[in-house]
């Protein structure tokens, strides 16, 4: 295949907090089967880009579509089902119920079983299956039926993510995943999310701010600025980018070229 | 094969707790001296008086299990719950008293009562979250429990004394076939339980476990949360019409009580007593504080609410997690110490 | 400026809606009929307000929702009747609280007892229960053998319906003292102080694991020591003060029974804030559960108390003119004779409960409204409502102000109950369905807005009135000859669909942030 298809692709999206605007007519289109890095210094409004994808956050303007279907409108627990999973920058996790369970809730979403009341969930074989799959994926092993909460805060990244591969989407989104993560771990974390987008053909959409790592894994890079997109590329094409270079000065980031 | 020695396994506390309430009239009916037949013709005196007492304890209990779905296991706080209660008992009394029913269509009259005073409250879910939701539920509630006390539906309500001389069918009469009573009430309280308990291990009662814990990321994992939730709420209503009704058949009064937004902080009380989220807790609270609230009131007379009431900031302030809970923390800590303590850490299978 | 605008129309919208409804309402009732049920409905609504403001600031800076709110207005309202009614038993009961409240702030002077002998956490933990178990019932034997002239509920000529009922014939009976037998004076006062602050002591203990060390100064022993003094003094005058305020005139009385049932509130909440909601602002559904439980109990200690019977707190000698010029039809009359009534377009209105208490709720609303405008309390306040954490970041002491703004709102609703215990009466069930209303006011007006306060308990009260009176006159239905009555039930069911309408419209209701 030479020429992919588009994923997901944004319109002129725009969403405004009271007057200050978030996002700023961000128009992209995203491959499918890429690696797909979004950066942008600190506010520069890429989890509120995410948020506009997954429809956590209504858009004041502008259209969002995936595979070629407007998703606007669309409620949030349809998303998945369209094959689109999204982690969160902040841990979001279900921190009384333990390791198992929570990955176990995200592969159940994807059976048709919801509602049979009778069923205990330990006989959903290819649901179980799937679980210990997954955990075993993210090398929580160990720690499978501990509550979430105790958790170290790397161990609960690896949690968040688990809980998007479960239900195996096409479309990944992920917010920081390494965020606050101790530095050792970051390369296992990464090298396992190169493992997921190759070994399926998935798409994954990357928020993160270590450039290195921004560097050296991703397809193409879109870089965000005060809401706006002000550049995209390959990472040696951001790498040359003067504008770019400006961004970051002006930031906190240093583009460690 | 294995399944089923396992079904009997996992659920050993209520099927003993079964056996053994069926058997308790028998046993303190020899205590005061009258045989088993004595027992089953209902003529004893003591034994027939605390199978009196049971039948109450197993219709707070169901009242409280349906409390604790909604509040310990969705974590939907609802303050309205005695309207499900309530307007079960009413119907029962209404249906047999004026419009003359026979008892089957009663029953059925109440569950479909109840199912749609469940979608009635499941029409706001969507909507109002959160602290609105309690409100809410709560305005419903007093709305039914003014209704029921006013003047105007004397003739039907009884107002603020109550419903009186319902005409009960001979066959579950509380007076004279009060045994028969009792072994209903009994065994349909442990049915809810064993069914509740298959809910909570089942799909939906998992997610409904999520969605205590953190219904946005119940979202996000696809689910629609809102149909869980009126799945719970119709369940819930429906246990609570069954207790209902079970307490219109049993009490000669229906007071405007139950109505009252007291009678579901009594729900509360209870399943706070006993460990929320526990189910088994509604059960053991249940037992805990009628029993409490029956001495006290034979020894204090009216102060007792005042002292149930003490009980209650105690819990909430001392014991959060109530009987069950903390005796499960307790145990699981217990456990937790030896498996390190062995270096066992590991999942379990 | 975009946004102002909004804001403006949605206000604009509001009153227009208002306004037509309220003209809908009135186009079937004579002139008189139409005074007589808005002035009503505004004097149901300030009462309502009184509390819905105290549960709106609250609920807003605190994030607690104070569901025993309704209690604490019908405790305002039985604390009134008790000051106004039986002042001897007010005069009675002050001595022990006061030195209850001293003992309870003289704690810490225990602590150099404590400081000697050190044990471990558990034995340190029984110790400290051991103490509490001690004190409190000591107290509680104290307290029992506690002379405090009283009524009596199983006694029909000595319950406080027939000392209401006398009182309002204007022949208060005046009981018989209640004198110290089963306990020595100086016992009773010495035991109250020891064992009260042995108990606070021990709670301290047990809460904070050791005692905390403050440094000792002046003022420290200067609350306790005024408490003390002005206890032991109205044991001393007991007998004075009592037959003093028996003479009183009336005018007066009401005014200190009011002021006290507001002191009482005050107190009442703050106590409530710093023992039992504190410790569970990390867990705020049992925070919830609290106050209801909270609320419950207060009205079973209220029945076992002072009965469940109906009774009233009668008006003062200012509202109880009759005869002569009145009802009155100028002000001139009004002011010289006090009439009860007037006439205003043919109608004749209380002028207690449709004139007074109207007046004294708007006056509140302003009052309130310029110490949250204009006090650096206020402020506070406002930025606390708006966002928390900032408000912590510049350093106030954010506890002081929650402990304050708790107080003030409880205080707000237990002056709500003594303003409207004269004009409703009082009973067990009072604070209930007071609740309720502010609570649908509240959910209508926007749970944190204050202004939304004032406009949802004035639509509740209006429309409360206006159903009432159409139950009594009836509805003539469009295009038919029936006339439609609607009965009393229908009369909180009507706000209670008004609610879910608005929320349905407007989650957040009319004045309310959005979410
Ligand atoms: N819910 C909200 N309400 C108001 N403003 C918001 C909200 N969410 C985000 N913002 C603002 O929008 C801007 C963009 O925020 P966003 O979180 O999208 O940035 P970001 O690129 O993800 O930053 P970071 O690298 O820190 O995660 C910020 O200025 C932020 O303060
Ligand atoms: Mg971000």
Redesign the interface.
């Known amino acids: 295949m030479t020429v992919r298809d588009t994923i997901i692709e944004t319109q002129d999206l725009t969403k405004y907090f009271g007057a200050m605007v978030a996002v700023d007519g961000v128009s992209i289109k995203i491959q499918a089967g890429t690696l797909h890095a979004i950066i942008g210094p600190n506010g520069a409004g890429k989890t509120t880009f995410f948020n506009l994808l997954?429809g956590?956050l209504k858009p004041t303007s502008g259209k969002v579509f995936y595979k070629g279907v407007d998703l606007t409108g669309k409620?949030?627990?349809?998303?998945?089902?369209l094959g689109m999973g999204?982690s969160f920058q902040i841990t979001?996790?279900?921190?009384?119920?333990t390791v198992?369970?929570n990955i176990?809730?995200?592969s159940?979403?994807?059976?048709n079983?919801?509602?049979?009341?009778?069923?205990?969930?330990?006989k959903?074989d290819r649901c179980e299956q799937r679980t210990a799959e997954v955990i075993e994926r993210v090398g929580l092993?160990?720690q499978?039926?501990l509550p979430a909460r105790v958790l170290s805060h790397g161990d609960q990244r690896k949690l968040e993510l688990g809980?998007i591969l479960a239900?195996d989407p096409e479309l990944l989104l992920l917010d920081e995943p390494t965020a606050g993560m101790a530095t050792d771990q970051v390369p296992e974390l990464i090298t396992l999310i190169q493992d997921v987008q190759k070994s399926g053909t998935k798409t994954v959409i990357l928020v993160e701010h270590n450039m290195n790592v921004v560097m050296s894994v991703s397809d193409r890079i879109t870089v965000m600025h005060q809401g706006k997109v002000i550049a995209e590329g390959t990472p040696a094409e951001i790498a040359a980018n003067h504008e770019v270079q400006t961004a970051y000065l002006g930031g906190l980031y240093d583009l460690n070229l | 094969m294995k399944n089923n020695t396992n079904v009997f396994i996992k659920n050993r506390g209520i099927l003993i707790f079964f056996a053994v309430m069926l058997l308790a009239p028998f046993l303190i009916g020899l205590l005061e001296g009258s045989s088993p037949a004595v027992i089953l013709n209902n003529r004893g005196s003591m034994s027939k008086f605390l199978e009196g007492l049971g039948i109450e304890i197993f219709i707070l209990a169901m009242f409280a299990l349906s409390y604790d779905l909604l509040f310990g296991i969705t974590g939907l706080?609802s303050?309205g719950h005695s309207m499900f209660f309530a307007v079960a008992a009413y119907l029962t009394g209404i249906a047999l008293k004026t419009m003359h029913l026979p008892f089957w269509q009663v029953v059925l009259l109440v569950l479909l009562v109840a199912v749609i005073q469940a979608l009635l409250f499941s029409l706001?879910l969507p909507?109002?979250k959160g602290?609105?939701f309690?409100?809410?539920s709560?305005?419903?509630a007093?709305?039914f429990h003014?209704?029921v006390m006013?003047?105007?539906?004397i003739n039907l309500t009884g107002a603020d004394v109550g419903l009186q001389g319902v005409p009960v069918p001979a066959f579950i009469s509380p007076v004279s076939e009060r045994l028969r009573f009792y072994v209903i009430a009994l065994s349909l309280l442990v049915a809810t339980f064993l069914?509740y308990r298959?809910?909570v291990?089942?799909?939906?009662?998992?997610?409904c476990?999520?969605i205590r814990?953190?219904e946005?990321?119940?979202?996000?994992?696809?689910?629609?949360?809102t149909?869980?939730k009126i799945?719970v709420m119709v369940i819930s209503s429906l246990t609570a019409s069954i207790a209902g009704l079970l307490h219109a058949l049993y009490q000669p009064i229906i007071s405007p009580g139950v109505a009252d937004?007291?009678y579901t902080?009594m729900g509360?009380?209870i399943v706070?007593v006993g460990g929320v989220g526990t189910l088994s807790g509604a059960i053991v609270g249940a037992f805990a504080l009628r029993l409490l609230d029956f001495t006290l009131r034979r020894y204090i007379g009216?102060?007792a609410?005042?002292i149930t009431?003490?009980i209650?900031?105690i819990f909430?302030?001392f014991v959060?997690y109530g009987i069950i809970g903390t005796m499960n923390l307790r145990q699981f800590k217990t456990k937790q110490g030896w498996q390190r303590l062995l270096g066992l850490?590991?999942?379990?299978e | 400026m975009k946004t102002t605008l909004r804001k403006n129309s949605k206000a604009i919208i509001i009153l227009v809606v208002i306004a037509a409804f309220l003209f809908v309402a009135a186009r079937g009732m004579s002139g008189k009929d139409v005074i007589i049920t808005v002035l009503r409905g505004f004097s149901i609504g300030s009462v309502t307000f009184l509390v819905a403001a105290g549960f709106s600031l609250i609920f807003g800076l605190l994030d607690v929702?104070n569901l025993s709110q309704g209690t604490l207005y019908m405790i305002g309202a039985y604390v009134g009747w008790t000051v106004y009614v039986r002042p001897d038993t007010f005069v009675d009961v002050l001595t022990p609280i006061l030195l209850i409240l001293a003992g309870f702030s003289l704690s810490s002077l225990w602590e150099r007892f404590a400081k000697r002998i050190q044990l471990g956490a558990k034995p340190q933990k029984i110790a400290a229960w051991v103490m509490i178990l001690v004190g409190f019932g000591l107290l509680a034997l104290i307290l029992t053998r506690y002379p405090i002239a009283s009524w009596d509920l199983n006694n029909y000529s000595q319950s406080p319906i027939t000392y209401s009922y006398m009182a309002d014939q204007g022949m208060p009976i005046i009981p018989a003292e209640a004198v110290f037998q089963k306990i020595s004076p100086f016992v009773a006062v010495i035991g109250i102080l020891v064992t009260s602050s042995l108990s606070a002591f021990s709670i301290a203990l047990l809460n904070s694991g050791t005692a905390t060390t403050e440094t000792a100064n002046w003022r420290k022993y200067f609350v306790p020591g005024v408490l003390v003094l002005v206890g032991v003094l109205a044991l001393v005058f007991n007998a004075r003060i009592t037959s003093w305020m028996y003479g009183m005139n009336s005018n007066w009385l009401f005014v200190i029974a009011i002021l006290v049932s507001v002191i009482s509130g005050v107190g009442l909440g703050a106590l409530m804030e710093t023992t039992?909601i504190r410790?569970?602002y990390s867990?705020p559904?049992?925070q919830?559960?609290?106050t209801?439980?909270?609320g419950?109990?207060g009205v079973?200690?209220v029945?076992?108390v002072w009965g469940r019977p109906e009774f009233v707190l009668p008006k003062p000698a200012l509202f109880t003119g009759t005869g002569g010029v009145c009802p009155a039809t100028n002000l001139a009359d009004l002011f010289e004779n006090h009439c009860s009534t007037i006439l205003l377009l043919g109608g004749r209105v209380r002028v207690y409960d449709e004139i007074f208490i109207p007046i004294v709720g708007i006056i509140v609303l302003i009052v309130v409204w310029i110490l949250l405008k204009r006090s650096r309390i206020g402020m506070i306040i406002r930025a606390g409502v708006q966002d928390r954490q900032m408000v912590e970041a510049l350093g106030i002491n954010v506890r002081r102000v929650f402990t304050l703004v708790f107080a003030l709102g409880v205080g707000l609703a237990a002056f709500g109950g003594a303003l409207a215990a004269p004009s409703s009466g009082l009973t067990p069930m009072m604070g209930?369905k007071l609740l309720?209303s502010a609570?649908?006011a509240?959910?209508i007006g926007g749970?944190t807005s204050f202004p939304g306060a004032a406009l949802g308990s004035l639509l509740v009260g209006l429309i409360q009135q206006f159903m009432i009176k159409y139950g009594q006159i009836g509805i003539p239905l469009p295009f038919t000859d029936a006339v439609f009555k609607p009965?009393?039930?229908l009369v909180?069911?009507s706000t209670?669909l008004l609610?879910?309408i608005v929320?349905?419209i407007l989650?957040g209701g009319l004045l309310g942030t959005k979410e």
């Open positions: 997954s956590n409620p949030i627990h349809r998303m998945i089902h999204r979001n996790i279900f921190p009384n119920l198992h369970e176990r809730l995200a159940q979403a994807m059976e079983m919801n509602f049979r009341l009778l069923l205990d969930t330990a959903m092993k160990n499978s039926y809980m239900p | 706080l303050f706001v909507r109002v602290v609105t309690t409100l809410v709560l305005g419903l007093s709305v003014i209704i006013s003047s105007d539906m069914f298959r809910f291990a089942s799909p939906t009662g998992r997610v476990v999520a814990e953190n946005g990321r119940a979202k996000m994992l696809g689910y629609n949360t149909l869980f799945v937004l007291g902080v509360l009380l706070l009216e102060s609410a005042i009431g003490a209650y900031v909430v302030l959060p850490l590991k999942p379990k | 929702l039992l410790p569970l867990r559904i049992y919830l559960m609290l209801l439980g909270l419950t109990i079973q200690i029945q076992a209930e309720l609570l649908i509240l959910a749970l009965s009393p039930p909180p069911a209670v609610m879910v929320l349905l989650p």
